[in-house]
């Protein structure tokens, strides 16, 4: 049995083997740890308060948790702000990990989302894909900012739908030659698909394939979008409608690819 203290409250700590304790517990270690600063108050206040950083960027200088950077600032006394995302240099740099004060997400400032969203009418899916950020990031920033988002007529209004009439790429293409073509035979399709014939041939197929796209090797798990059964001899064909061999597992992207034009050595299609 070797006795010890505990590094944080001093309590004896006996325990079996060659190597004393350090901690009674581990409420006690993480007292510890967190009283344990790597930065002096002189530092801290250079980067938090002269420099503008914020804390998620202080403890990425520093490998630790921007919590405990605030936590550092309150021990040390130091004036926290108000959290925000409009504040330069600070919250806004957790992404873009730049200490250099200049925020690369303009939405951040209200003015400018503002003229962008309501005065140019741009949508939050447009303004979203000049960031590549999600449409609900630009969202959450519009109620943030206290700017009345469209409704569903109001966006309808505005919205670019493309060119109209001969003008569209898609105009006058019907049948096979249109990506949406579902082969004419919807009612059926909806039959079979609540059928459980479909249901254990789909089963037997994804299986087969491992879920994994079989034209781009992409796995289910790793893919943003939704997988496709793809019949490789048309739909129209009842008897091989249900046949595995005849039913290859595909992701939306590239069943989409392979019912369109660009697809030019007909992957994936006997017909």
Known sequence: MIKSNCKQCGVEIIRRGEKAGVFCSLACKGGWQRSQKPVDREWLYQKYVVEGLGTYRIGQIVG????????????????TRKRGWNLTGDESD??????????????????????????????AAEIAADFDCKENNILYFLDKHGISKRSISEAREVKHWG????????????????PNWKGGGTP?????????????AVQVVWKRDRATCQRCKTRARDHEGSFHIHHIVS????????????????????????????????EFLND
């Not at 059926?188 to 254990?200: F, N």
């Not at 129209?236 to 050595?265: A, Q």
Request: proline share 5%.
């Open 235 to 266: 739909f129209l064909d009842k008897t091989l409608r249900t046949e595995p061999s005849n039913l290859v597992l595909l992701c939306d992207k590239c069943h989409w690819f392979i019912h369109s034009r660009e697809n030019t050595e007909g």
């Open 94 to 123: 957790r992404d873009a990990g730049s200490g250099n004060g200049q925020s690369p997400k303009p939405y951040l400032d209200r003015d400018w989302l503002y003229q962008e969203y309501v005065v140019k009418q741009r949508s």
């Open 163 to 178: 060119l109209s009439g001969e003008q569209n790429g898609m105009y006058g293409v019907r049948g096979e030659d249109n």
């Open 64 to 79: 630790r948790d921007p919590k405990r950077v605030y936590e550092w600032l309150i021990g040390y006394g130091i004036p």
């Open 188 to 200: 059926e399709r909806q039959a079979l698909y609540s059928s459980q014939e479909w249901s254990e």
